[in-house]
């Protein structure tokens, strides 16, 4: 354990990300409230002491105004300024060619299926360091959910991602206050859709359906990851809770193909 008492307030279902130049970006969740705070954490100490114990220098905020030494094992976090987006919890995060992107997730107004992406740039902690956030689309093509899961691709030979996959989450269009006879579309539920974003599609904003739902059970807050030892456009996928919130302890292995990268399917 680094620490027992991090800057940022205590919380949960909230989500993070690698950024390329080794810091790491933690984003909103769950607290007393949900919350929309954004930290990003570096490898470096800036404190008024420079010679303060790196990890008693892990309990205060990073202060730009001073000083920096390395610190590649502690670092220390500094708030940058709250998202424009909801407070919210359950959301998912990936960083891709585009910079970070950003999906979904509920809202005090329930859930939600808006894209964010968040750019950074300049010099240490400088305003574009601090980066930017920009709404890529209000309403994505995907039912509005929570708790659902991202893995990114780069295409073959590049380390850029530049396709990014969705699975899962809970949610859907909330019921109508008013009794009717049509039947409902995306209603809440557990979900097991595939979807597909890709930078060429107006840099995420848009998506593409690639499975309506896949042969294991719909579910939330399970865990994707690539594994690129088994291939290109590889995923495991596994654990989460299923519709009747049970926990789950099967193990799925996801394999793309060559127009995985155009978000598309390939027929024989």
Same mark, same amino acid.
């Given at each position: 354990?680094?620490?027992?008492e &991090?800057?940022w &307030? &205590?919380?949960?279902?909230h989500?993070?990300?690698?950024?390329?130049?080794?810091d790491?970006l933690?984003?909103?969740g769950?607290?007393?409230?949900?919350?929309?705070d954004?930290w990003?954490?570096?490898?470096r100490?800036? !404190?008024?002491?420079?010679?303060?114990d790196?990890?008693?220098?892990?309990h205060?905020?990073?202060e730009?105004?001073?000083a920096?030494?390395p610190?590649q094992?502690?670092?220390?976090w500094?708030?940058l300024?709250?998202?424009?987006w909801a407070?919210?919890?359950?959301? &998912?995060?990936t960083?891709?060619?585009s910079?970070?992107?950003?999906?979904?997730?509920?809202?005090?107004l329930?859930f939600?299926n808006?894209v964010?992406?968040?750019?950074?740039g300049?010099?240490?902690c400088?305003l574009?360091?601090?980066g930017?956030?920009e709404?890529l !689309?209000?309403?994505?093509a995907?039912a509005?959910?929570?708790g659902?899961?991202l893995?990114g691709?780069?295409p073959p030979g590049g380390?850029n991602? !530049?396709t990014?996959?969705?699975?899962?989450g809970?949610?859907?269009?909330p019921w109508?206050?008013n009794?009717?006879?049509?039947?409902?579309?995306?209603?809440v539920?557990?979900?097991n859709?595939?979807w597909?974003?890709n *930078?060429a599609?107006?840099n995420f904003?848009?998506w593409?359906?690639?499975a309506?739902?896949?042969?294991?059970s719909?579910?939330m807050a399970a865990?994707?990851? *690539?594994?690129?030892?088994?291939?290109?456009?590889?995923?495991?996928?596994y654990?989460?809770?299923?519709?009747?919130?049970?926990?789950m302890q099967d193990?799925?292995k996801w394999?793309?193909?060559?127009? !995985?990268s155009a978000c598309k399917?390939?027929i024989d």
């Open positions: 354990r680094l620490t027992s &991090a800057p &307030a &205590a919380r949960s279902s989500a993070a990300a690698a950024l390329p130049d080794g790491v933690l984003l909103g769950l607290a007393q409230d949900l919350l929309n954004v990003r954490w570096s490898p100490q800036c !404190t008024l002491l420079p010679d303060l790196m990890e008693l220098a892990l205060y905020e990073l730009c105004s001073y920096c030494v610190s094992i502690y670092g220390q500094k708030r300024p709250d998202a424009p407070p919210r919890q359950g959301h &998912a995060v960083w891709t060619s910079g970070l992107i950003l999906l979904g997730g509920r809202t005090a329930g939600e808006d964010w992406r968040w750019i950074s300049g010099e240490f400088s574009e360091w601090q930017r956030w709404q !689309t209000p309403s994505a995907w509005p959910r929570y659902h899961s893995v691709f780069a380390n991602v !530049t990014v996959l969705l699975l899962g809970f949610g859907g269009w109508p206050r009794v009717t006879r049509e039947p409902m579309e995306d209603p539920a557990p979900r859709d595939l597909c974003g *930078e599609l107006a904003a848009e593409t359906e690639l309506p739902s896949g042969p294991q719909a579910r865990a994707a990851v *690539e594994a690129p030892t088994l291939g290109e456009y590889k995923l495991l996928f654990g989460g809770y299923d519709s009747s919130a049970r926990h193990l799925w394999s793309g193909e060559n127009a !995985t399917v390939e």
